[in-house]
């Protein structure tokens, strides 16, 4: 099982007992609505359970990101790569009581070491609704860049999306003179 810590949250694998919280932020209307929507508390565990599956036939997903502090699950961030999608991608979503605390960022920087270090991924994106100023925000912290617009798959197809990534190169360049080497 894949355990990262950083200095304010541990990221693991989803176990059962992150569900209620999860289904906390899937069907909350303003969280969930650059991921697709609210859904309901069924969806909600149907996206739950594929996340889970996907640690169990892949090896790698979305971690679930406790605060180390507390112990309360306060998000989601990690590889995700579904059939269909544009690329490989580290994603991240926040329990509505956690945001702005810089979880996403920190988060992500251990993400992305991760698939780039533990997967050999040579690239990696987010895909951000460019009215999620936010993410995008996250995105240019984590030394991801505009790649332009993409298409998602069915059933997202119709949702304005743009592309954010970078290279392992890119990457192993910025991390030699950053914090989070």
């Given amino acids: 099982m894949t355990i990262i810590q950083t200095e304010r949250l541990i990221l693991r694998p989803l176990e059962m007992s992150d ?6 932020l899937m069907c909350d209307p303003q969280s969930a609505q650059f991921v697709g929507g609210a859904k309901t508390p069924n ?3 149907r996206s739950f359970m594929a996340v889970a599956g996907a640690w169990s036939l892949t090896g790698a997903s979305m971690f679930s990101l406790i605060e180390r502090s507390s112990g309360r699950w306060v998000g989601r961030c990690g590889p995700w790569f579904p059939e269909g999608w544009p690329d490989r991608e580290i994603g ?19 993400a992305i070491r991760f698939a780039f270090e533990e997967l050999g991924w040579e690239q990696l994106i987010h895909v951000i609704d460019p009215d999620n100023q936010a993410s995008i ?3 240019e912290r984590l030394g991801s ?9 069915p059933p997202f197809q119709d949702a304005p999306c743009a592309m954010w990534g970078q290279t392992r190169e890119q990457w192993l360049r910025a991390s030699t003179s950053s914090q989070y080497q």
């Avoid at 991240?92 to 251990?110: F, I, K, R, V």
């Avoid at 860049?145 to 798959?153: I, L, S, V, Y």
Wanted: glycine content about 10%.
């Fill in 145 to 153: 860049q505009a790649w332009g617009p993409c298409q998602m798959p």
């Fill in 43 to 45: 969806l909600a565990w």
């Fill in 92 to 110: 991240w979503s926040l329990h509505p009581d956690a945001t702005g605390n810089g979880y996403a960022t920190e988060a992500g920087h251990a």
């Fill in 137 to 139: 925000r996250v995105a």
């Fill in 19 to 24: 569900l209620p919280r999860w289904t906390e």
